[in-house]
């Protein structure tokens, strides 16, 4: 009975020794909240476990990686439920605002210290999630932390749009060079010359977005309608979008080409644009060297980029990807984060990993090292890269064995930002203040025909004309001047 | 309780014994009752009644602590502004026209939707064949069960300005097309049709559901009387039939300053073209606040939009006590 009751001690001890060992294993885990348009990836969850068995032996970190829409983001934040890193730009859970209100960590102290090779990997861009916030100290005293509030997921950070056109089309059949930049009016041509021999078509079909990034002649400073243009001799003056003229330029062109044919009439209120519509122009924001529009067995043809806006730089290209941590998380878990992002940066083969998906089944290498995606990776595993990490340490994509990629491509699109001039205003935030109300009333009045504007169905001229007198005649000279006046103070204060 | 043990006059439909019991005691009855009536209430509780402190958004500018949760968001960390939060719904000058719009669609939904199911129920219910009356009864009540999204591209189909059946006929006739999602004449009449042939089927049921539930020996009478079908209709099913009447009279009031959102964003498919002619409140506060997530602004709107429906809800039934002390709600 003795020898029983010892073995059974013995067993106990040993069982406990064991838990504990087990537990002081235990890799951390980080809940992840990142960006999607639609679903999650069908294999999402199976490249993440793989992903983990990695993180968890190389840095004892793993992740719950969940795939959440704009909306579903915003509710959940604001029920309070609880995450460790999250997905947040200029244009999805904005960063600077968020950063401002204090809901990120600040990780400029534990950078150098803990993830030095993140921090070179970044370097110099980390001026993209640096935000001077107001807090409060332990006795409740205001006090302005100068800071780094996420980490930048590198890719394009320039504003550089393309128009995407047919190149079997314009070069095969109609022997003629697109070529690298053009001007947009210049497009006239192409669409006219789809027009004349597919007389049913339109070359330029597209949704009530408009085309993708036409707009981006200007910084956006309050809502849709109080901008900086780039190309401007006052780059510090806040004006009415229709003083911009290379916007208005080129609504002013889409009316033309809507009354002539090339647009489709029902535009203003079409909702998507599939890939099945061989349309043959398309626009989209990328950089010099992108093959990521060049396949033809996806578009049915093959594609040639011209650029028809940039290269420019500001605050808000810069900021095109970041993944910040919770103000609330604990220091632990901090590193941990950090930790983890320094490992997508340093390791290849783990960030293509969560990048494109698994080896042989959702992609595989070409014979310049660039990724091909397999057709189960493009249905089952297929994305925005930087949602996951960083672009530039993940492998350039290729269209096919045929359109390769340069592996070296981001060498060579970094070395322009490096000499890039990037807007003045970069990293100013219009407090609203009490003019909330008023911003959000003068946005709906803005908007309330922008499909038709930007898709080219009504004149602009009058548009602009009707819109301005409207939104002037509720108060909109003092919101600019209110807007203007931050802003000289905030220029004032660099 | 069997129906032989039922006494016939209305309002003493429980046995003298249950009646005349002592309020104080807890019987076994009351437990079988309270069982019932438990889901009910547990559901009303936590749906109805507990997330109504979200009221609480109309008076508060919302802001977050990220180390607090949600309530203590709300009632702690959220500053309160009075009725600043109203203000925004009337800064727009257009909200008269959406105010309007909201209104005058929803009377009109509100006078089809009592005349035209009431009619079409009594039509039926006069029909000989009842396979017939099978057929016209599902048959109206299909459209019920499709979503306004589904509905919306059926009426895409119809109208698209190049590739829609309208018109092709009219370029077929040698007219020329009309670009329907820009021009806002045809649109009342057409959100009206569409409201119409959506929801009728479905408050015919109820009327339907009544007429066949009045006592067939009257109409016996009135026959053997030499009543036509008409005189039928006007002195017996029309006012056997008013306090249903009254009671969904009553509540569609309480909705008139809300709008089914699907028929006015989606149907439109949220053309600016169109805009001055259907959007309604809802639509308006969810194109306003879309970009903003402002809490404050919306819950501000649905309250105002509820109270008014509550205190309209209130004087109709008082105003129908009034005609017809009988028919109220309450």
Redesign the interface.
Known sequence: MKKLVSLALVLAMLLCVGVSVASAEEPIKLIWWTSTMGDAPIDAQKVVDAANKISAEKIGVVVDLQFKTSDQLVMDFDAGEYYDMVFTCDWYNDFDTNAAEGLYYNVEPLLKEHAPALYDAVDPWWKAAQLEVTMEDEDGEEIVVDGIWGIPALKDLGIQVFFRLNQDFYEGELGWTIPETMEFADLEKYLKAWKDVHPNEYPLHMTKSGLSGFWQEHQEIVGDYLVIPYKTDEPTKVVPIWENPYYVEKVRCLHKWYELGYINPDAAINESLPMELRTPVRSGTAWNGYKGWSDPSVYGFNVKLSQYIGPYMSRASMQGALHAINAAATEEKAIAALKYFELLYTDTAFRDLLAYGIEGEHFTYASNGTVIRTALGSENYSFDTYVTGPVISASVRSANETVLGDPNQWDVVYEQYEKAVIAPVSGFRYDKGDYADLCTVLQDIYMEKYSELCTGTLDPDEYFATVSAKMYELGLQDVIDDVQAQLDEYMASK | MSLKRMPAERGNIFPESYRRRDKKRFSADDVELIGISLPTVIWYLAFCYVPMFGIVFAFKS?????????LY?LFVESEWVGF?NF??LF????IWNYIGNTLTYNIIFLLIGITFPVALAIAISYMYSSKLRKVCQTATFLPHFLSWVVISYFV?AFL???RGLINNMILNAGGTPI?W??DTKPWPYILIFLNTWKTFGYSMVVYMASITGFDQSMYESAVIDGATIWQQIKGITLPLLRPILSIMFILNVGNIFSSDFGLFYHVT?????L?QATTTIDV?VY???M?????G?SSATSLLQNTIGCILIIITNMAVKKIDPNSGLF
């Open positions: 919302w802001s977050r602590d990220p180390k607090q949760g949600f968001n600043g203000k925004f800064l727009n000058p257009k895409y698209s300005t190049d670009k999602y820009q498919r949220n053309s600016g073209s805009a308006y194109k306003a606040l970009e903003d997530n402002n809490y602004y």
